[in-house]
């Protein structure tokens, strides 16, 4: 068995959710497609850097990423660091020629993005963005539907992230409330559900969005007596034209009162429907409008696919196909797939390409948001 050596940048959140999915991988695949070794693990601070590294099981910690990037023993980087972090460990890191796997989005702004794009032609690596929710087997069976035409030509689509977790006015600022950091909820939570339906219907054609700020000012989370400028959208709606002459919306949200984490689309064709909610993630659900219509509806309606933990193989064994599937399992299969194209030495996806597309239509949507008017999205090469 081939084996990778690991680094990771940032141990927040996303950090924890990776390595997690490095160790747990053998549970799930058996084999892996390879076989991962800890080696080193970033953060800001000496202290947090060890803790990260007892916790991770990781042989060594340094508050440098450029250790990670330079190092000899270290095959993958993990870009786990606030968007603003992104660029310089990146662009680092493709002229190390190591594989990368970078959470989303790729970059703090379209500059950074597009100086990733001149890089590529010389990248010789294999990288992913961690877009995640198109690991689900009910996300991969959408895809294979629309693969086999299931929809026909698209007419119309929507699709919505929304969270409630800011509508407290007092909640605290962090990273991604802030503009110099590279947030926003159109990054945040746009990111991901403007990446299923481009990936489910086509690239974009133009966009036109309008965006709102909730609390002009929240508490600093470092210093809760003073009061930091909101300067980032907290909620966003996008006009959306898609190939084929579709229309549609996309909806991301900080301010969703009664919400969770509510990922869902629903994409209408000529020869059928679809519909996904987070919430349920076992099941996707389906129109068939060639299905025949008869006295009483005849067998024509809405059905759900029990997509459940049905993945191929090996994945489907354990903890078994029929049991209900969870937010971090799409985490594992995502950074499976990716240590899979590692080693059969394929392309990985969503792809660094894919991911500088992804760039433009969110910093698309933000110009449209402070112009008022429509943008036109450049044409896939």
């Known amino acids: 068995m081939r084996t990778v050596r690991v680094g990771v940048i940032g141990y927040g959140f996303m950090g924890k959710t990776q390595t997690f999915a490095h160790k747990?991988?053998?549970?799930?695949?058996?084999?892996?497609?390879?076989?991962?070794?800890?080696?080193?693990?970033?953060?800001?601070?000496?202290?947090?850097?060890?803790?990260?590294?007892?916790?991770?099981?990781?042989?060594?910690?340094?508050?440098?990423?450029?250790?990670?990037?330079?190092?000899?023993?270290?095959?993958?980087?993990?870009?786990?660091?606030?968007?603003?972090?992104?660029?310089?460990?990146?662009?680092?890191?493709?002229?190390?020629?190591?594989?990368?796997?970078?959470?989303?989005?790729?970059?703090?702004?379209?500059?950074?993005?597009?100086?990733?794009?001149?890089?590529l032609p010389e990248y010789r690596g294999v990288a992913q963005v961690v877009l995640q929710y198109r690991f689900f087997p009910a996300t991969l069976r959408a895809r294979q539907l629309v693969e086999e035409g299931f929809l026909g030509p698209v007419t119309q689509f929507r699709g919505e992230y929304l969270h409630g977790g800011s509508v407290d006015p007092d909640r605290p600022v962090n990273w991604k409330s802030t503009a110099a950091a590279g947030g926003g909820v159109i990054r945040d939570l746009g990111s991901h559900i403007l990446d299923l339906l481009q990936w489910l219907i086509g690239p974009f054609e133009s966009v036109n969005c309008v965006s709102r700020v909730w609390a002009e000012d929240r508490p600093s989370q470092h210093e809760p007596r003073t009061r930091m400028k909101v300067d980032v959208e907290e909620a966003a709606v996008m006009l959306l034209r898609a190939p084929g002459g579709a229309i549609g919306v996309a909806e991301a949200s900080k301010i969703a009162t009664g919400t969770e984490d509510e990922l869902r689309f629903e994409i209408h064709g000529r020869h059928g429907a679809m519909r996904f909610n987070l919430m349920q993630p076992n099941y996707l659900e389906v129109y068939d409008l060639r299905s025949p219509e008869g006295d009483y509806g005849g067998s024509r309606g809405w059905q759900r696919i029990s997509a459940v933990q049905k993945y191929p193989g090996s994945g489907g064994v354990f903890p078994g196909p029929k049991c209900n599937i969870g937010w971090i399992r799409a985490h594992i299969h995502c950074l499976y797939s990716f240590l899979g194209a590692i080693a059969d030495g394929t392309e990985a996806h969503p792809s660094l390409a894919e991911g500088i597309r992804l760039q433009r239509v969110l910093e698309s949507a933000r110009s449209s948001a402070e112009s008022g008017s429509w943008v036109e999205l450049p044409r896939p090469a």
């Open 24 to 119: 747990a991988m053998p549970f799930y695949y058996d084999p892996p497609p390879v076989e991962s070794q800890l080696k080193v693990v970033c953060t800001s601070r000496d202290e947090t850097a060890r803790a990260a590294r007892a916790a991770g099981g990781f042989e060594r910690c340094t508050t440098d990423w450029r250790d990670v990037v330079e190092a000899e023993d270290v095959d993958v980087v993990h870009v786990c660091t606030p968007n603003e972090h992104h660029f310089p460990a990146l662009s680092a890191a493709m002229r190390a020629g190591k594989h990368i796997y970078v959470d989303k989005p790729l970059t703090a702004t379209l500059e950074e993005a597009e100086e990733l794009e001149r890089l």
